[in-house]
């Protein structure tokens, strides 16, 4: 479906971002990968998804709260992979302390990767995806892009940010055949979330099952895991014809949490 189309993936190395990589690779699409880690590992990433779908997959290691960085990602992706077509805002950190104790630097940083990251993909990308008529921009916020938890300030203003600028661009862009959507999982299992269930185990004195079954009562009545695979379908979707009409919309994917 997506043969012919370039997507870049921000923070597709590990989690969500790679589900949604090997969902949009799944239908042709070529990949940009972004993200840090293990080099031995990403390499194996991009090669085996290469490989396994018969599309062009290359990476960067661009730092998404550093413009510059973006701006170059961006260039690299249109050079690498003849376009730029896909946009997913999707690199994300968490930190978790009370709004009295919330490190100074530490909010700069997520609201950097998070919200301020995400504008100046959109700006790069746009041009790329105007010229052709045809464009998709999908924003990983979360369920904290529509509700709050305690201890998660910068984290959930920034998810809430990202939710304005996806309208706004929704409406800047409305008849020039590109969307502007949100995905708002709740709790996926990555390493993002185990090191939450981590601490958990660690101060209830549960086993980590234990404390990741108490953390899903709290907040996410299916008591189920939300899947990157079922993300990367949830874009893949989204960039089908079928949602040409959905947008500036959040989406959200959280076994119930915000029906609440
Ligand atoms: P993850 O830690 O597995 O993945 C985060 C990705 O972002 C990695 O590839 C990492 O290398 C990359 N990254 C981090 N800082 C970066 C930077 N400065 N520049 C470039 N890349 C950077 O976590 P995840 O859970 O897959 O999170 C992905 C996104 O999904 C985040 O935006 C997160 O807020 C959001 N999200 C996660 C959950 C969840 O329950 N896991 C729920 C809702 C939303």
Redesign the pocket.
């Known amino acids: 479906m997506l043969r012919g189309k370039a997507a870049l993936v921000?923070?597709?190395?590990?989690?969500?971002?790679?589900?949604i990589a090997r969902a949009l690779a799944g239908q042709g699409c070529a990949v940009m990968l972004?993200?840090?880690?293990e080099p031995a590992e990403i390499e194996t990433i991009r090669e085996t998804l290469a490989q396994e779908h018969d599309v062009p997959v290359s990476y960067s290691?661009?730092?998404?709260?550093?413009p510059d960085?973006i701006a170059a990602l961006v260039a690299m992706t249109a050079d690498q992979l003849g376009g730029l077509d896909i946009l997913v805002?999707?690199?994300?950190?968490?930190h978790t302390a009370p709004v009295t104790d919330f490190p100074a630097d530490i909010w700069d940083?997520i609201i950097?990767?998070?919200l301020t990251?995400a504008f100046h993909a959109i700006q790069h990308a746009l041009p790329h995806m105007q010229e052709k008529g045809w464009g998709r921009i999908v924003n990983?916020?979360?369920?904290?892009g529509l509700v709050a938890s305690v201890q998660k300030s910068a984290?959930v203003s920034?998810?809430h940010g990202i939710m304005g600028l996806t309208k706004t661009v929704a409406l800047e862009t409305a008849g020039q055949g590109i969307t502007c959507n949100a995905?708002?999982?709740?709790?996926?299992?990555?390493?993002?979330?185990q090191a939450q269930i981590d601490d958990r185990a660690q101060k209830i004195g549960a086993s980590v099952e234990e404390a990741a079954r108490n953390m899903l009562s709290e907040k996410q009545p299916s008591l189920e895991?939300?899947t990157?695979e079922q993300i990367g379908a949830l874009c893949v979707f989204l960039c089908s014809d079928a949602a040409a009409q959905i947008t500036g919309v959040p989406i959200p994917i959280d076994g119930g949490w915000t029906a609440q």
Do not use: C, W
């Not at 972004?34 to 880690?37: P, Q, S, V």
């Not at 805002?89 to 968490?94: P, S, V």
């Not at 990983?140 to 904290?144: A, E, G, I, P």
């Open positions: 921000t923070g597709s190395t590990s989690g969500i971002g790679l589900g972004n993200g840090f880690g290691d661009a730092d998404l709260s550093q960085d805002n999707n690199a994300g950190i968490q940083k950097a990767i998070m990251g990983t916020s979360s369920v904290h984290y920034a998810k995905i708002n999982p709740g709790f996926v299992r990555t390493e993002l979330v895991f939300v990157p």
